[in-house]
Structure formats: structure tokens, C-alpha cells
């Protein structure tokens, strides 16, 4: 399972980082960082939560 972002539509709110900060943060220019790409199954919820609160929709998992 890994996370995809779609990099145009991001905006930088950071409520993905607030819902998942072991696997994503901003970096000093507001543009998120994904600490990892591939999610255990332990982390899958975190990284569902992540895509559920994002408001541009700018995150999904696959």
C-alpha cells in the first residue's frame, strides 16, 4: 500500500500532517514530505486518516 500525492492540488493546510506525522510532514516551503511511501498494515489507518481529512483531496492510497 503506499500513499500518492497529487502534488498540484495540495495546498500545504498540514491536516495530514496533524492526522499522520509519523509518516508525513511540510518542509520549510509548506510542501509535504511522505516519510514513507509504502504503509505497513499497522500504519495503513494513519495514512487513511490522512487522506480523509485532507480538504483538496489531494492524497489518496493505493
Known amino acids: 500500500m503506499r500513499i500518492v500525492l497529487d502534488r498540484a492540488r495540495c ?4 491536516l495530514c500532517e496533524e492526522a499522520a506525522p509519523e509518516l508525513m510532514h511540510l518542509d520549510d516551503e509548506g510542501e509535504l514530505v511522505i516519510d514513507q511511501e509504502k504503509l505497513t498494515e499497522a500504519e495503513a489507518p494513519d495514512g487513511r486518516a490522512a ?12
Open 11 to 14: 495546498e500545504g493546510h498540514g
Open 51 to 62: 487522506a480523509r481529512v485532507c480538504p483538496v483531496a489531494a492524497l489518496r492510497l493505493v
